[in-house]
């Protein structure tokens, strides 16, 4: 396919605008924007949850099919490598041109039951980076805030009694409108305070949760045997900015021990929880993750790395687009991004 129409400039700088009077393919634009070589940049991409179907509460638009056709859409455009190997390549200045990763945060079970014969079906190499406190049976308490508002009966939800309101939720739009603000306010909350206010939700809203969204110690021992990468991502996903340094030091290793114990191999790469440099994780905490033996760590700043990159602090995003053009034109915006890093 070729580009035969005007990109809007607040995407590309002017040398890469193109138009009716000069056509490039998309494959070509994308090697330009990412060589061979030295001068090479890797894109690395994050998915969460493959699910059959969309979840409209969450207006999360990824399902089966959307993550099939992005796989393909990679496949066609990107030279796609296990994240260790593109790590390597990176730091010697030996990377393909249009080099990508593939990843997954934090564990779910349907990372195994749907995304991984997707995988297979594409050929492409994927890492899983896996917050150990809730596999085999347990939810992250993201999750249980958004099964509770899921599942809370009735048209109206009082929770009054905690200090947040009373809430219309007779329609999912409704429910969203209560649902995002909430997590917004818990995210950032100290680790124990928001424990207890999610224990309190789960006291006012007394509906069943789920206890399959999290991979088992199987599921995971299943993907390392299918050849993908197993990451650390801390034991209880806590933001590490908001710990102190020994119990965020506790979380990394502990989590890294657990995962070696479940694959019988040494876990040598690691997903900063939620992810954003200066706001999520500080200074000291690529310095920690180097000293408990990881070789390197993911962000989910936007950009793609360079050979100049902390691989301690890789970029990853997530491109959502639903057709291949625009999911092309995405990945190469992205490679223009400036890397934020601290």
Known sequence: MHLCYMVREQQFPNHLMINHSGSISLKTLLSL???????GRLSIVIY???????????????????FDSH???LTRYFNILPLSEAVQRLSSGTLPSRAACVTFDDGYADNVEIALPILQKHGVPATFFIATGFINGGIMWNDKVIELIRRAPGDTLDLGKIGLGNHAISSISQRQQLLFPLIDKLKYLPFEERHRRVDQLCELVPVALPDNLMMTSEQIRKLHQAGMEIGGHTINHPILARLDDNL?????????????????????????????PGQ??????PAMIKKIGFKAAVSTAWGAARRSTDIYQLPRFTPWDSTHFRFALRMARNLLTTVETI
Do not use: C
């Open 248 to 276: 965020a030091f506790s979380e990394i290793a502990n989590g890294k021990e657990m995962l070696e114990s479940i694959i019988g191999e040494p876990v040598h790469l690691f997903a900063y929880p939620n992810g954003k």
């Open 71 to 73: 796989l393909g859409y």
């Open 48 to 66: 969460h949850r493959v699910l059959t179907e969309s979840d409209l509460l969450l207006g999360n638009k990824v399902n089966s099919d959307t």
């Open 280 to 285: 999520d994780y500080l200074l000291q905490h």
């Open 33 to 39: 924007l990412s060589p061979t070589g030295k001068r």
